[in-house]
């Protein structure tokens, strides 16, 4: 039997049939609303305890909660806020927890009801071993002195925000900036490209063909486009060319990603230009590096910013004068001075930040970020959405209604969003845009990017056949390029070999299940981690090696084993999911499948192994038991191709 996890993973596989009929503005308005409910439910039961409705006690145990914390450090300087260091109370190490950065949490004296008053709420910005750094906009008063605890809060505001997006498509919003958009991308009126293909000039001049050719594309589409990048095509360097060419037209360009790395990354790859750029988003969630891009750091040197802070002194000044002062008219008038120059602080602070936000080119920030009430009034000539088959339909609509033409960029043959909810799974919640757009309009609105950069050919060929119509050439930098050549590796058999079969058929390597219904195959474990070795003892570094399991409880079994084998440290251990968007020199893959059934459970969804084999650049090793997995027609292709392309060893030869 596959189980429950895998039967929602399987479901991705699917796109709609081509017989299914054209999704309607109505219809996906009415079918989404209940299905955001599912999902933010899904959310709340997963990862956190309704901690009004739950004991304390129950989500300490859960990790959703962190207590008997004291505050160690307190410092200002994160554009305003402040970072609170928090430490246990009692030993080094932090209570293994839930809490990741970017989580909403308050924090409450320990002690504290489950429903009483926080003494503030803030950001998660670091969580290390030893303590958790959340950043507050104010310091408390008090309370600080005395054991704390942290509580993680669901964050709502995308549920709210998606929502918001549902009701204003289906009231009206029509004679917004998107007026004319909407209709095509719900495939009611066919979408308008300009006759004459413009040509430009390129401000990245090694862009290739059919990196051109796109942007091109972007440039002369009245509505949108799809920009179709697969594994390794530099995608995003197109993204950068069309903001870029748009922005030299005179366009103000918003630019989009479902995750905050992937904006950071645009935002990074941006910088170099001279551009007027804003980053829009809570600077806890920045990477340090695009910090001063932050909307915030630009307001702080406004001169409206200057003007508030002066009548904030003024402020502080006269309160001082009120506290002494005894006659009751005076007071009056203070107070009415007071409320007067309180108005002024925040006209100036809303006139700094619209000045700024006014003055952009582009503004980056995620889907959820473009709703924020600092873009409310604000709309822009050309959205432009990154990792877009990554991101949930119903999200990017909150960028897209903000203008008449839109850019999506993505490839919908990797892993699309991780819905939790199986039930709005089943009912389409994690059906993209880019893949609903590509079989509504396919080749007609979309440029494929073909000229690969990261994988050596015999790993991008079985990917481009199986993917990508064959299309795919690998860049001359990368195409025959292996292990051996990396500086100070040696050359052995390994470090020669591109493609390596592992296989554990007949070796007695059994899967097993965890309690949570998760596979795991120790003898597959084994035999990853002892070829992981192999490449370190030949002059890898560890940090060019990363092994990846379709499973969690493989993943947390290959950490076990690795313990604290220091030569193995620093190698990257992951599911294929958490590996999406990266790369490295050497990837070793654990299918763990290996049962009498022949059951392959979700190795089946197609997508999870094209990003699984296409994250490897010089070197991809497949660990697995080809008897089992065999059964499958897809995996019995790619266990050929790696037979016929590369070496294969026996497991045996592994655990001696
Ligand atoms: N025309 C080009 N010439 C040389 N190198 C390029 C070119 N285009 C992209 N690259 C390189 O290819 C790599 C991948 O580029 P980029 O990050 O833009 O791709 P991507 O498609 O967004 O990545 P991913 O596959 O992770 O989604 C980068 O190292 C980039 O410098």
Request: hydrophobic share 40%; aromatic share 4%; proline share 4%.
């Amino acid at each position: 039997m596959a189980s429950k996890k895998e039967k929602k993973n399987s479901q991705n596989g699917k796109h709609a049939s081509a017989s299914a009929p054209p999704m309607t503005l109505e219809r996906f308005v009415s079918t989404m609303l209940p299905l955001i409910d599912l999902e933010k439910e899904a959310e709340i039961t997963a990862s956190l305890d309704s901690i009004a409705a739950k004991s304390t006690q129950a989500s300490v145990s859960r990790g959703s909660i962190l207590s008997n914390l004291k505050c160690a450090d307190v410092q200002t300087g994160l554009l305003g806020k402040t970072l609170l260091e928090l430490q246990p109370n009692k030993g080094e190490l932090l209570p293994p927890h839930k809490l990741t950065s970017h989580d909403v949490v308050i924090l409450k004296p320990n002690k504290a009801e489950s429903n009483s008053m926080p003494l503030g709420q803030g950001i998660v910005y670091r969580v290390k071993d030893t303590s958790i750094i959340v950043a507050v906009d104010d310091v408390p008063e008090d309370g600080l002195n005395s054991p704390l605890r942290l509580e993680k809060l669901a964050n709502e505001v995308t549920y709210k925000r998606m929502k918001d997006t549902l009701v204003m498509l289906s009231k009206g919003i029509q004679k917004g900036p998107a007026a004319d958009l909407i209709p095509i991308l719900f495939g009611s009126s066919p979408p308008l490209f300009c006759k004459n293909i413009l040509s430009f000039n390129p401000f990245n001049v090694s862009l290739d063909a059919s990196q051109r050719k796109a942007v091109e594309k972007a440039l002369s589409c009245s509505h949108f486009m799809l920009l179709h990048g697969p594994p390794g095509t530099g995608k995003t360097t197109a993204v950068v060319e069309i903001i870029l060419q748009e922005v030299k037209q005179g366009s103000k360009v918003l630019a989009c990603a479902a995750s905050n790395v992937a904006v950071d990354n645009m935002v990074e790859r941006l910088s170099a230009h001279k551009l007027k750029l804003v980053r829009v988003g809570h600077p806890a969630r920045l990477l340090p590096q695009v910090l001063e891009k932050a909307l915030d750091a630009q307001v702080m040197k406004a001169d409206n910013s200057a003007l508030a802070n002066d009548v904030r002194k003024e402020m502080k000044t006269l309160n001082l004068k009120l506290l002494k002062t005894k006659d009751k008219r005076s007071k009056g008038e203070i107070r009415r001075e007071l409320r007067q120059l309180a108005k002024e602080e925040r006209q100036r602070q809303q006139q700094a930040v619209s000045d700024v936000i006014k003055d952009a080119d582009v503004i980056l920030t995620t889907l959820t970020g473009s709703l924020s009430h600092q873009l409310q009034e604000v709309n822009f000539d050309i959205v432009i959405i990154d990792e877009a088959a990554q991101a949930l339909e119903v999200a990017c609509w909150m960028a897209i209604l903000k203008g008449p033409r839109c850019i999506l960029a993505g490839d919908h043959l990797q892993l699309p969003p991780t819905v939790q909810s199986v039930d709005a799974e089943k009912l389409g919640l994690g059906k993209t845009l880019f893949a609903r757009l590509t079989d509504l309009y396919g080749d007609a609105v979309t440029a494929m990017l073909t000229m690969q950069y990261r994988m050596n050919h015999f790993i991008m060929d079985w990917s481009s056949k199986e993917f990508y119509n064959d299309k795919l050439t690998a860049h001359e930098s990368v195409e025959d390029h292996s292990l051996h050549q990396i500086d100070g590796v040696k050359q052995t058999s390994t470090t020669d070999s591109v493609l390596v079969l592992i296989d554990t058929a007949g070796c007695d390597m059994e899967e097993k299940k965890d309690e949570e219904d998760s596979s795991f195959n120790e003898g597959e474990a084994k035999v990853a981690l002892a070829h992981a070795k192999r490449l370190v003892e030949s002059g890898i570094s560890p940090l060019d090696i990363g092994i990846i399991t379709p499973y969690a409880a493989q993943v947390g079994l290959l950490k076990i084993m690795r313990g604290e084998r220091k030569e193995l440290k620093d190698i990257e251990i992951s599911t294929v999911d958490g590996f999406q968007g990266r790369e490295k020199e050497a990837i070793i893959i654990s299918m763990v499948r290996s049962n009498t059934k022949q059951e392959v459970g979700f190795l089946s969804d197609k997508r999870r192994m094209n990003v699984a084999v296409t994250r490897a650049r010089r070197h991809c090793c497949l660990v697995c038991d080809t008897e089992t997995v065999s059964t499958n027609a897809f995996l019995k292709r790619l266990v050929k191709y790696f037979e016929d392309n590369g070496d294969y060893l026996s497991a045996s030869e592994y655990v001696t």
